[in-house]
């Protein structure tokens, strides 16, 4: 059953991968509507000392544009205006896996350097009790990231990212689960 949920990630990352693939090489990606942004990277998997899961998270995420409305105001259209974004965090070895969406806001802190935040939930395919040492409580948990992004050009930004997976408690126990690493953003013009 395990196995199948992780086969179920794989699938999905890949099926997404192939999708955004093609959204790239289209000629439309260049001027779309609905999409701002693509990143991929690599993950260190549970970097907490005192977990049993290792490895390495391959993750695929994109973002959608902000909504057009707009509030006149910088801080109301910071906090209601954020992207929305779904991603998958493939473990290369057989640990656990996600595919995740939330909200994303950030800051531009100078012309090419910039912070951000997300929030949102994730459905991972990794042990929910028992004697396992890295356990998740429930399916779903929520998610959170914090990036630096520092803009190589006007189409590529390069992210040092940290993500956390945890239920707050709130289901059972939990170990969570926290990874870094390095992300690279493309945007769609």
């Known amino acids: 059953m395990e196995r199948a949920r992780h086969w179920g990630i794989k699938r999905y990352a890949a099926v997404t991968a192939v ?3 093609a959204l790239i090489g289209s000629p439309a990606s260049a001027q779309s509507p609905l999409f701002d942004e693509l990143r991929f990277g690599v993950m260190a998997h549970s970097i907490e000392s005192g977990h049993s899961e290792d490895g390495a ?4 995420e994109l973002l959608l544009r902000r909504p057009a409305i707009s509030f006149g105001h910088s801080v109301a259209d910071f906090f209601f205006r954020p992207r929305v974004h779904v991603g998958a965090a493939i473990n290369t070895i057989g640990d656990t896996s996600q595919i995740y969406a939330g909200f994303t806001w950030d800051l531009k802190i100078t012309e090419r350097l910039s912070l951000e935040a997300s929030f949102g939930g994730a459905w991972h395919d990794g042990p929910l009790d028992g004697s396992a040492a890295d356990r998740y409580g429930c399916r779903v948990n929520f ?3 914090a990036s630096l992004g520092y803009a190589l050009d006007e189409s590529w930004t390069v992210y040092a990212t940290v993500t956390h997976m945890s239920n707050a408690d709130l289901c059972s126990h939990n170990s969570g689960i926290t990874s870094a690493g390095i992300r690279f953003g493309y945007k769609f013009r």
């Open 19 to 21: 999708a955004v693939g």
């Open 57 to 60: 998270d391959v993750n695929l």
């Open 143 to 145: 998610r959170e990231s």
